[in-house]
T-cell receptor, first 117, second 110 residues
Framework: DVKVTQSSRYLVKRTGEKVFLECVQD?????MFWYRQDPGLGLRLIYF???????EKGDIPEGYSVSREKKERFSLILESASTNQTSMYLC????????????????FGAGSRLTVL | QKEVEQNSGPLSVPEGAIASLNCTYS??????FFWYRQYSGKSPELIMS????GDKEDGRFTAQLNKASQYVSLLIRDSQPSDSATYLC??????????FGTGTSLTVIP
């Protein structure tokens, strides 16, 4: 089974701090994603990556950056945390390729619940 | 932005009944469709995927896809209290992005 591991389940940070959320997948997936999930708003895509050192903005990239130096690792960075970034952050990966197929599904990590005070 | 719409619920059904969850999507070129289940405080887990028009059955779950109507549904037969969760509809477009609905909360009453 694909395993997507997020480094921290719960974090509490102060406004203005720099925050790193780490995600590692162990199945050689091409694609990795960062979502945030808020009540009533569902899952919103922050950034995604199709390949090493490659990144694309999602729907809500403001206030975030990402890094993908190795294929298995995708990091989300909050340069200066703010209270409106308090949320559940979900990392996910998928095999990649534009075709259909049963293998091309999204697998999530356990999530990181961030509270910014 | 691609849109995926779900009835937010909450939906309550008695144990043993059929639960019906619905989803519509806006992007006509979407190719792949998924249902995820999310328990409170947990991350989403895949329960069904469907790629062709018609029905796909897996145990107590049946996914239905109608591309002409841009409609996806999930039926849960013989609903159990353990099925109580939020169900997320997801659509994969022509690229590699996945778009999610806001979820439908289901409660199965013993």
């Amino acid at each position: 089974d694909v395993k997507v591991t997020q480094s921290s389940r719960y974090l509490v940070k102060r406004t203005g701090e720099k925050v790193f959320l780490e995600c590692v997948q162990d199945m050689d997936h091409e694609n990795m994603f960062w979502y945030r999930q808020d009540p009533g708003l569902g899952l919103r895509l922050i950034y995604f990556s199709y390949d090493v050192k490659m990144k694309e903005k999602g729907d809500i990239p403001e206030g975030y950056s990402v890094s993908r130096e190795k294929k298995e690792r995708f990091s989300l960075i909050l340069e200066s945390a703010s209270t409106n970034q308090t949320s559940m952050y979900l990392c996910a990966s998928s095999p990649g390729g534009a075709g259909m197929g049963g293998a091309n599904v999204l697998t999530f990590g356990a999530g990181s619940r961030l509270t910014v005070l | 932005q691609k849109e995926v719409e779900q009835n937010s619920g909450p939906l309550s059904v008695p144990e043993g009944a059929i639960a019906s969850l619905n989803c519509t999507y806006s992007d006509r070129v979407s190719q792949s469709f998924f249902w995820y289940r999310q328990y409170s405080g947990k991350s989403p887990e895949l329960i069904m995927s469907i790629y062709s028009n018609g029905d796909k059955e897996d145990g107590r779950f049946t996914a239905q896809l109608n591309k002409a109507s841009q409609y996806v549904s999930l039926l849960i037969r013989d609903s159990q209290p353990s099925d109580s969760a939020t169900y997320l509809c997801a659509v994969r477009g022509s690229g590699n992005q996945f778009y999610f609905g806001t979820g439908t909360s289901l409660t199965v009453i013993p």
